[in-house]
């Protein structure tokens, strides 16, 4: 069985900070993972996943995020927020018959 | 551009009324899927093709069907709509190959908010 999960419901940071919204998860085998955003009465929009190679890996819109193979732990960052960053953020191991977390609000206060 | 659409944004039906709700992607994909989307709950798999007239259940199949005659097209059936079916119906579809295609993204329509009565 496979899981993720993102402890924290909802992230709120000041335009201009970095954020890390937070991502770990649980398979048998290799750990295909993707991070998703959601914008409101909207599908969802891949940003970025980690299937080999480097740990940090780029995406859309400035965002990254990094694998920890020790830690089971996959936090998209952001350098820099902006309030249009203001989503839904949806992390998912594999594709195919992928399992998704919860999710987590972001909200970028001006 | 991958583009999904759904044949609904919002939909209004009433309670024991049979439900079509049509998902068709344009890029050939092999895998199509069917989510429903509540407030708390995340995302959950209601079925997933991974080929024409193939199928499997996903994490809550009860009180719902699909069908795939053609492989752009994917249909989710309520064969007798309930209120507790009140959500956010999204479609996706994606490359599948050999594997199943367990390394690529999904690419996912804009969704049909159901409301039953």
């Known amino acids: 069985a496979q899981s993720v999960a993102q402890p924290e419901d909802q992230v709120n940071v000041a335009e201009g900070n970095p954020l890390t919204v937070k991502c770990t998860y649980s398979?048998?085998?290799?750990?295909?993972l993707f991070w998703y955003v959601q914008y409101p009465n909207r599908g969802l929009q891949f940003l970025l996943k980690?299937?080999?190679?480097?740990?940090l890996v780029k995406g859309s819109y400035g965002f990254e995020a990094e694998f920890n193979k020790s830690q089971t732990s996959f936090h998209l960052k952001k350098p820099s927020a902006l309030v249009s960053d203001s989503a839904l953020y949806f992390c998912?191991?594999?594709?195919?018959?992928?399992?998704f977390g919860d999710g987590t609000t972001l909200t970028v206060k001006p | 551009d991958v583009k999904v659409t759904q044949s609904s944004r919002y939909l209004v039906k009433r309670t024991g009324e049979k439900v079509f709700l049509e998902c068709v992607q344009d890029?050939?994909?092999?895998?199509m899927f069917w989510y429903r989307q509540d407030p708390g709950l995340g995302l959950r798999l209601i079925y997933f093709?991974?080929?024409?007239?193939?199928?499997e259940k996903g994490d809550i199949p009860e009180g719902y069907s699909v069908s795939r005659e053609k492989k752009e097209r994917f249909s989710l059936i309520l064969e007798s709509a309930s209120t507790n079916q009140t959500s956010m119906y999204l479609c996706a579809s994606s490359f599948g190959a050999s594997d199943r295609g367990f390394y690529n993204e999904q690419f996912f329509g804009p969704g049909t908010r159901l409301t039953v009565l």
């Open positions: 093709s991974y080929d024409v007239k193939m199928k």
């Open positions: 398979v048998s085998g290799n750990p295909y």
């Open positions: 890029m050939d994909h092999e895998n």
């Open positions: 998912a191991v594999r594709g195919g018959k992928s399992t």
């Open positions: 980690y299937i080999t190679g480097d740990n």
